[in-house]
């Protein structure tokens, strides 16, 4: 069946640097793929989204790169903050055959000051 | 900015009694979508609903679980005889197409 694979689960970064958190899906003709963050307690918010028509998206501090060729999506988020410090799921979703997304196992991401 | 809104924040049952899980989604939205997710864990998908009706459905979303849109406005999560592994954070979405989904706050089931 459909599976996103995301790594790492855990990742500390200093504040200022960089962040990247990767992810593979596994069903080829997965045409959408947003990135949701996660404070504690609170709900996915959408901080990023790719179609599989675009190679690259970037907005201010946050970026998605989609390789269709090797199934995979990154999120790169520059000049990390501590308010960047969350969860962090990617999901892929088959926006012509199917209403689910498949969600990612989440990186909790810890930036420190 | 419109939200989708979910009542209770908390719900805490006795094992094998009835829960109802309210959401009201977006108003110009046309699919609604529960999701789960037990503590630590990643969301997993339960239900899609659109034109009044079950779009599609997890392994998870068997007889215990209904939904329904008894109104114009609310979308609700039925779950039946609930089970200890049911306590989880159930989060309900909507969207105006098949892509971008909007999230709940969820409610947070406990089941004893």
């Known amino acids: 069946g459909e599976n996103v694979e995301q790594h790492p689960s855990t990742l500390s970064v200093q504040e200022g640097d960089s962040a990247v958190i990767k992810c593979t899906y596994s069903?080829?003709?997965?045409?959408?793929f947003p990135w949701y963050k996660q404070e504690l307690g609170k709900r996915p918010q959408l901080i990023i989204d790719i179609r599989s028509n675009v190679g690259e998206k970037k907005d201010q501090r946050i970026a998605v790169t989609l390789n269709k060729t090797a199934k995979h999506f990154s999120l790169h988020i520059t000049e990390t903050q501590p308010e960047d410090s969350a969860v962090y799921f990617c999901?892929?979703?088959?926006?012509?055959?199917?209403?689910?997304?498949?969600f990612g196992t989440g990186t909790r991401l810890k930036v420190l000051a | 900015e419109p939200e989708v809104t979910q009542t209770p924040s908390h719900q805490v049952t006795q094992m094998g009694q009835e829960v109802i899980l309210r959401c009201v989604p977006i108003s110009n939205h046309l699919y609604f979508y529960w999701y789960r997710q037990i503590l630590g864990q990643k969301v997993e998908f339960l239900v899609s609903?659109?034109?009044?009706?079950?779009?599609?459905k997890s392994e998870i979303f068997d007889d215990q679980f209904s939904v329904e849109r008894p109104d114009g406005s609310n979308f609700t999560l039925k779950i039946r005889s609930t089970k200890l592994e049911d306590s989880a954070m159930y989060f309900c979405?909507?969207?105006?197409?098949?892509?971008?989904?909007?999230f709940g706050p969820g409610t947070r089931l406990l089941v004893l």
């Open positions: 999901a892929a979703i088959l926006t012509s055959g199917t209403y689910k997304y498949i």
């Open positions: 069903d080829s003709a997965s045409n959408y």
């Open positions: 979405a909507s969207s105006e197409f098949q892509e971008t989904q909007y």
């Open positions: 609903f659109y034109n009044n009706e079950i779009s599609e």
